[in-house]
């Protein structure tokens, strides 16, 4: 695909829905007693692959549009599935999913894609073992496919080494199904926390304490109404592209500002950014707001510790906002970023190369130096991560001459009308 260059970026646009948001909805439902309606569902491609693994276990749901209603079945209702669940690209659909395929006593197989199949599952297959699960898979259960027998478990009091919210899911939504035992989850850094707020709107009982996240097996959920807000990891492509293409104002519409997540808003205050959060509404289980931005001056900044889990997705693009900043940013503390859907430090530092940012990757993280002209006429790759394809789609607005996205239709994962939204703002 041929990216051309923006003479500025001006408008509104309504974000697509959040996609952690969308998944737990879609699975919530699925085992909560009574019907779920969820508006703002994002129909991205990982979404569709939690409905489709939970279709094939029974469960009736109905998308129209951003419309979808989930026939709930109960905890111990879904049903063992006669086919493969494939989880296509999305880490979330397989690790939440391997928590609740714990607690049912049926066998099922899990697969993914290629890249699902290179991402390590044993930090969510070793703990659900502990509880009683029966997992197999490639190297113990670390890779997909996996294979499950779930049954009865027993409640853990599980130290991760990772903050993950993945892990975090699973041994929570684990936990849900034990005989009313108490299962507890302790992580390094608060990762964030969509399982908790929404299993508390299913009408669970969910205790925080610090970094523990604790919950009492055997209690039901009961259907809910869930509005999805904006996706704050897809808003933050139109953020940065904001603050860095000449001649842009850009309004976010009703995105989601859940503080375990906002960490791209603190990151562009630090840069000296431009952005105003407004209209913010705090009634629903999630904060949501309006954000505006206009082209700014940007500096160097750390990014680094407790920050990095509330933007760890939104690293790729911020790399590209650094090359844009006067001075150095340093990433650090952010290894998780090898084992997403690329190895995301080699992947933006490789291909922002390309373009000529000055960017290094280092064993944590990366250190880009600002500011860089970009140049165009290259053919860069998203690899098969979306990420990784807006964050150079949006590079692309920056150079004189075009660039070759190859690879542009992995971004269908998590923003399907990215380019529409990015065609109608474009001056
Ligand atoms: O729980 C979630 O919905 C997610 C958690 C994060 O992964 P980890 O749990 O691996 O940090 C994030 O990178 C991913 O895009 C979505
Ligand atoms: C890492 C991501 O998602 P997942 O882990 O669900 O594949 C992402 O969306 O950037």
């Given at each position: 695909?041929?990216?051309?260059?923006?003479?500025?970026?001006?408008?509104?646009?309504?974000?697509?829905?959040?996609?952690?948001?969308?998944?737990?909805?879609?699975?919530?439902?699925?085992?909560?007693?009574?019907?779920?309606?969820?508006?703002?569902?994002?129909?991205?491609?990982?979404?569709?692959?939690?409905?489709?693994?939970?279709?094939?276990?029974?469960?009736?749901?109905?998308?129209?549009?951003?419309?979808?209603?989930?026939?709930?079945?109960?905890?111990?209702?879904?049903?063992?599935?006669a086919d493969i669940l494939d989880a296509g690209n999305s880490g979330t659909?397989?690790?939440?999913?391997?928590?609740?395929?714990?607690?049912?006593?049926?066998?099922?197989?899990?697969?993914?894609?290629?890249?699902?199949?290179?991402?390590?599952?044993?930090?969510?297959?070793?703990?659900?073992?502990?509880?009683?699960?029966?997992?197999?898979?490639?190297?113990?259960?670390?890779?997909?496919?996996?294979?499950?027998?779930?049954?009865?478990?027993?409640?853990?009091?599980?130290?991760?080494?990772?903050?993950?919210?993945?892990?975090?899911?699973?041994?929570?939504?684990?936990?849900?199904?034990?005989?009313?035992?108490?299962?507890?989850?302790?992580?390094?850094?608060?990762?964030?926390?969509?399982?908790?707020?929404?299993?508390?709107?299913?009408?669970?009982?969910?205790?925080?304490?610090?970094?523990?996240?604790?919950?009492?097996?055997?209690?039901?959920?009961?259907?809910?109404?869930?509005?999805?807000?904006?996706?704050?990891?897809?808003?933050?492509?139109?953020?940065?592209?904001?603050?860095?293409?000449?001649?842009?104002?850009?309004?976010?519409?009703?995105?989601?500002?859940?503080?375990?997540?906002?960490?791209?808003?603190?990151?562009?205050?630090?840069?000296?950014?431009?952005?105003?959060?407004?209209e913010v509404e705090t009634a629903s289980f999630e904060p949501l707001a309006?954000?505006?931005?206009?082209?700014?001056?940007?500096?160097?900044?750390?990014?680094?510790?407790?920050?990095?889990?509330?933007?760890?997705?939104?690293?790729?693009?911020?790399?590209?906002?650094?090359?844009?900043?006067?001075?150095?940013?340093?990433?650090?503390?952010?290894?998780?970023?090898?084992?997403?859907?690329?190895?995301?430090?080699?992947?933006?530092?490789?291909?922002?190369?390309?373009?000529?940012?000055?960017?290094?990757?280092?064993?944590?993280?990366?250190?880009?130096?600002?500011?860089?002209?970009?140049?165009?006429?290259?053919?860069?790759?998203?690899?098969?991560?979306?990420?990784?394809?807006?964050?150079?789609?949006?590079?692309?607005?920056?150079?004189?001459?075009?660039?070759?996205?190859?690879?542009?239709?992995?971004?269908?994962?998590?923003?399907?009308?990215?380019?529409?939204?990015l065609a109608r703002v474009n001056q």
């Amino acid at each position: 695909m041929k990216l051309h260059s923006s003479r500025g970026l001006q408008g509104e646009i309504q974000i697509p829905g959040d996609k952690s948001i969308s998944h737990r909805a879609v699975m919530f439902g699925s085992v909560a007693e009574g019907k779920t309606v969820i508006t703002n569902f994002l129909n991205g491609a990982d979404c569709l692959s939690t409905i489709s693994c939970f279709k094939k276990m029974g469960v009736d749901i109905t998308v129209d549009g951003t419309n979808v209603e989930v026939i709930g079945k109960g905890l111990d209702g879904l049903q063992e599935p006669a086919d493969i669940l494939d989880a296509g690209n999305s880490g979330t659909t397989t690790r939440l999913i391997l928590g609740l395929l714990a607690g049912t006593p049926f066998h099922s197989c899990l697969i993914g894609d290629e890249s699902i199949a290179k991402r390590p599952m044993s930090r969510v297959t070793d703990p659900l073992k502990q509880m009683g699960a029966s997992i197999d898979g490639r190297e113990n259960g670390n890779f997909t496919p996996i294979s499950i027998r779930g049954g009865s478990l027993s409640g853990i009091s599980y130290e991760s080494k990772v903050a993950s919210a993945q892990v975090k899911s699973a041994i929570l939504l684990a936990g849900l199904c034990t005989n009313g035992e108490r299962t507890s989850i302790t992580e390094p850094h608060k990762s964030r926390d969509h399982t908790e707020r929404m299993l508390k709107s299913f009408g669970a009982d969910v205790e925080e304490d610090g970094l523990t996240v604790s919950i009492k097996g055997g209690q039901k959920l009961k259907a809910a109404q869930i509005e999805v807000p904006g996706d704050i990891s897809s808003a933050a492509f139109f953020l940065a592209a904001g603050a860095i293409v000449p001649n842009s104002k850009l309004v976010l519409k009703r995105v989601g500002i859940n503080p375990t997540r906002s960490g791209i808003l603190d990151v562009l205050e630090k840069m000296g950014a431009d952005i105003k959060v407004t209209e913010v509404e705090t009634a629903s289980f999630e904060p949501l707001a309006d954000l505006e931005i206009e082209t700014s001056d940007l500096r160097g900044t750390t990014i680094s510790g407790d920050l990095i889990p509330k933007l760890i997705d939104e690293i790729p693009i911020i790399a590209l906002m650094a090359t844009q900043a006067e001075g150095k940013t340093i990433i650090k503390d952010a290894e998780e970023l090898k084992v997403k859907e690329t190895n995301r430090i080699d992947t933006v530092v490789n291909e922002l190369k390309k373009l000529g940012a000055d960017i290094e990757a280092t064993e944590d993280g990366m250190i880009i130096r600002g500011k860089t002209p970009l140049i165009g006429g290259a053919e860069v790759s998203s690899h098969g991560d979306h990420r990784i394809g807006m964050m150079l789609s949006i590079a692309a607005c920056l150079t004189e001459k075009p660039v070759e996205l190859a690879h542009a239709d992995a971004i269908n994962v998590s923003y399907p009308q990215f380019f529409n939204d990015l065609a109608r703002v474009n001056q």
